[in-house]
């Protein structure tokens, strides 16, 4: 008999609404997290005017080839296990109970590291696009609560819901990069584009560290595709489809534009704008081949793709949350899902009220949305989830080591190749964290430490826990001491 996918799901009240979502709305969740039009003005611009200049499209791609074998192992697992906390779930499999609770606590604390970033960010920006364009001056504080507030109720009504909403608001900021690409190519013509973007030469000169730590940063988001596999229609084809899909889109978009911005900005004079006024560099651009009508939208769609990745980056750590609350590790509430929408609403909320207690903090100490609250969460997440792509990569060679239908570059070389990429990034990222962060503070460059702490903790727990709720992650009431034990479970499944 074929093996069916093994879901998270535990008890009556623990279930996720099944069947809710296909392959299109997975991939406008997790593309949106990504935020393309975010990541083109935030993170490019940096790694273009402080990296490795103009070498930063064949940055991207090379970044793109990592994750998209990474996206091999990844989905091969998917159609193993679908479980709402998707690191937690494939390195317990691969490589046992402990290292597997050291990976979902690592999640917990980068996917909401992540949320309190985007959610400071959303605000500032706001902040200051009511006032550029408006003239109204709003505090940052109240569209930051607005704003989570929003991401709670949508959360609570459901996956579905969310999924459409994102997927308006990505086709509009994806449409506007993508109309940029073509008015650069009309305007300035073939030429402006420079071709030794993808010579060795370019991509690994200058600071070519920082230029992999921004573009790396730029694709945290696509890995959530197994979050919703509990979610997911058929998640067997669908979540492994979805993988490829997303990534394949996000390496494109990022490629494609990255190239054109740099042709619109003078090509070989690009990394001295970006180094001069980073934060204005595609704007300019923009408005070099479109007119200023384009600077103004691009400040409204920069804030509603800000929005969209609030909202998906909620949905995903509300879903860690639930699920380490359905394993007993936090308070089982966590773990129950709503009477009517079947979504994770007690998770949603507890999130939700972490978050704000931590904006208020920062507000009542002074602190800048931006410069202080981002600066302190956004390299903490990223590195956590970068880190945790890493282990799930040698997680798939540790599982299907032991099953007959292993294949050598399906279960071996490529998530082997993937790991040596992605460790590599979590090197290059801790080694530049300090330009990262923007500040010379010891503590707030030490935070990176504090994924190591957690990881420990994790493993810890792991190891004294013997209750059935210790591992129970496939909600089947069955206990997996050892990652050998875990494997057994997965094919008593498939009997």
Not at 2 to 7: I, T
Not at 23 to 47: G, N, Q
Not at 395 to 419: C, E, K, Q, S
Not at 477 to 490: F, K, L, M, R
């Amino acid at each position: 008999m074929a093996e069916p996918p093994v879901s998270g799901s535990g008890a009556h009240g623990h279930h996720l609404k099944a069947g809710a979502i296909g392959v299109r709305s997975i991939v406008f969740m997790v593309v949106a997290t990504s935020a393309p039009l975010t990541a083109m003005a935030t993170a490019m611009p940096l790694a273009v005017g402080l990296g490795n200049g103009i070498g930063v499209p064949g940055t991207y791609l090379i970044a793109a080839l990592v994750l998209a074998l990474f996206a091999v192992g990844y989905a091969a697992m998917s159609r193993h296990v679908t479980n709402a906390g998707a690191f937690f779930a494939y390195v317990s499999l691969g490589l046992g109970r402990r290292m597997g609770m050291a990976a979902g606590l690592v999640a917990v604390l980068a996917y909401n590291a992540l949320v309190l970033y985007v959610v400071g960010l959303v605000g500032y920006f706001a902040n200051e696009i009511f006032a550029s364009e408006l003239g109204l001056n709003i505090p940052w504080q109240f569209f930051s609560f607005g704003l989570l507030a929003l991401a709670l109720a949508i959360g609570i009504v459901g996956v579905e819901v969310n999924a459409r909403l994102l997927g308006v608001l990505l086709v509009l900021e994806t449409g506007l990069l993508l109309l940029v690409d073509v008015a650069t190519l009309a305007t300035k013509g073939p030429a402006a584009y420079p071709m030794n973007v993808f010579s060795p030469t370019e991509i690994f000169s200058g600071a070519v560290g920082i230029g992999f730590m921004f573009v790396f940063t730029s694709f945290i988001g696509f890995e959530a595709t197994a979050i919703f596999g509990e979610e997911a229609k058929d998640p067997r084809r669908t979540v492994p489809r979805a993988t490829k899909l997303a990534i394949a889109f996000i390496g494109i978009v990022y490629l494609v534009s990255s190239w054109s911005l740099i042709a619109a900005s003078g090509g070989s004079a690009a990394p001295q704008a970006a180094a001069t006024d980073p934060g204005n560099f595609v704007f300019n651009a923009a408005g070099s081949v479109l007119g200023s009508w384009a600077v103004h939208a691009m400040s409204w769609l920069l804030l509603t793709s800000l929005i969209a990745v609030l909202f998906a980056l909620h949905g995903m750590a509300t879903r860690y949350l639930m699920a380490f609350g359905r394993e007993g590790v936090l308070p089982r509430a966590l773990g129950r899902t709503h009477r009517r929408f079947q979504t994770p609403h007690i998770a949603a909320c507890a999130q939700a009220a972490m978050i704000a207690v931590a904006v208020a903090g920062y507000s009542f100490a002074g602190a800048d949305p931006y410069l202080d609250l981002g600066n302190q969460t956004a390299g903490l997440g990223a590195l956590g989830v970068i880190a945790l792509m890493g282990m799930t990569s040698i997680a798939v060679i540790g599982f299907f080591a032991r099953r007959p239908d292993r294949h050598w570059w399906t279960h071996f070389v490529a998530p082997g190749l993937a790991a040596i990429g992605l460790f590599s990034a979590c090197y290059l990222i801790i080694d530049n964290y300090p330009l990262l962060t923007g500040t010379d503070s010891a503590i707030v460059n030490g935070l990176p430490w504090l994924l190591a702490v957690v990881a420990v903790i994790g493993f810890i727990i792991g190891s004294v826990r013997k209750q059935r709720t210790s591992l129970d992650i496939f909600g089947t009431g069955e206990i997996a001491e050892s990652a050998d034990d875990i494997t057994a479970t997965v094919r008593t499944h498939s009997e």
